[in-house]
């Protein structure tokens, strides 16, 4: 299997949205040239953070740390420090470009117990609920030892990567695990990268927002392990007053006839596995509809990237209660040969369209009227589309709009909030 190519040349405009949805990503070498592999990982997580997203980027190759003389550093304390020392994870991170970078720090004997360290499953939990992206530089070994298992993995490899070469173990193991492949940052065959100083995008960012480096270690060697900085001396503003911005949405106001309330209730089965995206509704349709009539369920969602009005159109299929229960869903799927190992995003989607009295043989009109309507609840009613946010349901809620439907924003157990 080959991954996906992601040209560093291109990685602001390809790394955004396939981190989107994720909080722990793990960058991973396979090349003998180390420097060109951080020099990568740095251009992956500047990319990251376009649009003011908190990115933090640890360096994790503690036998041979590289990044800090990429990002213009000398080693300092860092990761080594606040794992085995107490020190804060506040106090050895720098800012450096948009991106908080935390390097190796003190050199240690215990690399094994630094990456075992069940304390990297609560930083992801912590990164996932303030919706920022913690990025892990280390190699495929040290991946395999790592306790918390990655949202997703991006490979470094100038010539490229083939998932069975020697050498990938580690990647392999994550991925039985449920981590998901993104793909393979590679330069041969790509015009010369741009340098981030001289990236007129780099000059438009946002600056970011000091990172509630989602969590940090609790003072003390009997704490309870971690703490929010909320009652730290060294908090930032509230973490709730810094959410990164949603995904990319139409500019359209959400019309009268599909109502966007604030939610207020939960969402039992939140959580859906994205197969593919496709530039029209036809494929994703297509699609979409052996997994609806086949294999329990499927949605189409269209989604604006830009003002241009560019628009891709998701297939996702299933809704879980939980994360694991989705990448146990993904993981039956790929052992049916249904679709590809290492293929499909995990996403929490809890939001739907439901049509307002309309029976299911207006499916066909309403695609014909560039609905992506697919499938029907256990009631009766046209659902459309999954979304993360009302705010991205935008563009969906313009098609009903201008197909003459109803509809109302429920969450996809058929509440409405």
């Known amino acids: 299997m080959t991954l996906r190519p992601l040209p560093r040349s291109s990685l602001d405009r390809l790394v955004p949205p396939l981190v989107a949805a994720k909080a722990l990503v793990a960058l991973v070498p396979a090349t003998g040239d180390l420097r060109w592999a951080a020099a990568a990982a740095w251009d992956a997580a500047r990319a990251a953070?376009?649009?003011?997203?908190?990115?933090?980027?640890?360096?994790?190759?503690?036998?041979?740390?590289?990044?800090?003389?990429?990002?213009?550093?000398?080693?300092?304390?860092?990761?080594?420090?606040?794992?085995?020392?107490?020190?804060?994870?506040?106090?050895?991170?720098?800012?450096?470009?948009?991106?908080?970078?935390?390097?190796?720090?003190?050199?240690?004997?215990?690399?094994q117990e630094v990456l075992a360290q069940t304390r990297w499953r609560k930083l992801q939990a912590g990164f996932r609920s303030e919706g920022a992206l913690l990025l892990l530089f280390l190699s495929a070994p040290s991946l395999a030892k790592l306790a918390a298992v990655p949202d997703g993995v991006m490979v470094l490899a100038p010539q490229g990567f083939e998932l069975q070469a020697a050498g990938a173990e580690g990647v392999r193991e994550a991925l039985d695990r449920g981590a998901t492949l993104l793909?393979?940052?590679?330069?041969?065959?790509?015009?010369?990268?741009?340098?981030?100083?001289?990236?007129?995008?780099?000059?438009?960012?946002?600056?970011?927002?000091?990172?509630?480096?989602?969590?940090?270690?609790?003072?003390?060697?009997?704490?309870?392990?971690?703490?929010?900085?909320?009652?730290?001396?060294?908090?930032?503003?509230?973490?709730?007053?810094?959410?990164?911005?949603?995904?990319?949405?139409?500019?359209?106001?959400?019309?009268?006839?599909?109502?966007?309330?604030?939610?207020?209730?939960?969402?039992?089965?939140?959580?859906?596995?994205?197969?593919?995206?496709?530039?029209?509704?036809?494929?994703?349709?297509?699609?979409?509809?052996?997994?609806?009539?086949?294999?329990?369920?499927?949605?189409?969602?269209?989604?604006?990237?830009?003002?241009?009005?560019?628009?891709?159109?998701r297939?996702?299929?299933?809704?879980?209660?939980?994360?694991?229960?989705?990448?146990?869903?993904?993981?039956?799927?790929?052992?049916?040969?249904?679709?590809?190992?290492?293929?499909?995003?995990?996403?929490?989607?809890?939001?739907?369209?439901?049509?307002?009295?309309?029976?299911?043989?207006n499916i066909a009109e309403l695609r014909r009227r560039g609905v992506p309507a697919v499938t029907a609840s256990a009631g009766g009613r046209i659902l459309v589309g999954a979304f993360e946010t009302p705010e991205q349901a935008a563009l969906a809620s313009t098609q009903l709009r201008r197909a003459g439907a109803h509809a109302t924003l429920i969450t996809r157990t058929g509440a409405t909030p």
Do not use: M, N
């Open 183 to 313: 793909g393979t940052v590679r330069e041969g065959w790509t015009p010369a990268p741009v340098s981030p100083h001289q990236s007129t995008g780099a000059a438009r960012r946002r600056r970011p927002a000091p990172l509630v480096l989602g969590i940090l270690l609790a003072a003390g060697a009997g704490g309870a392990g971690w703490a929010l900085f909320a009652r730290s001396a060294e908090a930032p503003r509230r973490a709730s007053r810094l959410s990164p911005a949603p995904p990319p949405s139409a500019p359209t106001p959400p019309p009268r006839a599909a109502t966007i309330p604030a939610p207020t209730l939960p969402d039992s089965a939140a959580w859906t596995v994205q197969l593919a995206a496709y530039g029209t509704l036809e494929r994703a349709l297509v699609h979409a509809d052996y997994f609806a009539t086949e294999h329990g369920g499927a949605f189409v969602s269209p989604i604006a990237l830009d003002a241009a009005g560019t628009v891709w159109y």
């Open 49 to 111: 953070s376009q649009g003011g997203r908190r990115v933090a980027l640890v360096d994790l190759c503690l036998d041979a740390p590289q990044l800090h003389d990429v990002v213009g550093l000398t080693r300092d304390e860092g990761i080594v420090d606040a794992f085995e020392f107490g020190v804060s994870l506040t106090k050895t991170a720098h800012e450096v470009g948009g991106v908080f970078f935390i390097p190796a720090g003190s050199e240690t004997l215990h690399a």
């Open 315 to 361: 297939v996702l299929v299933g809704a879980y209660a939980t994360r694991d229960s989705a990448a146990a869903g993904r993981a039956s799927l790929w052992q049916r040969g249904l679709v590809h190992r290492g293929q499909g995003h995990l996403l929490r989607a809890p939001y739907s369209f439901a049509l307002d009295a309309a029976p299911s043989a």
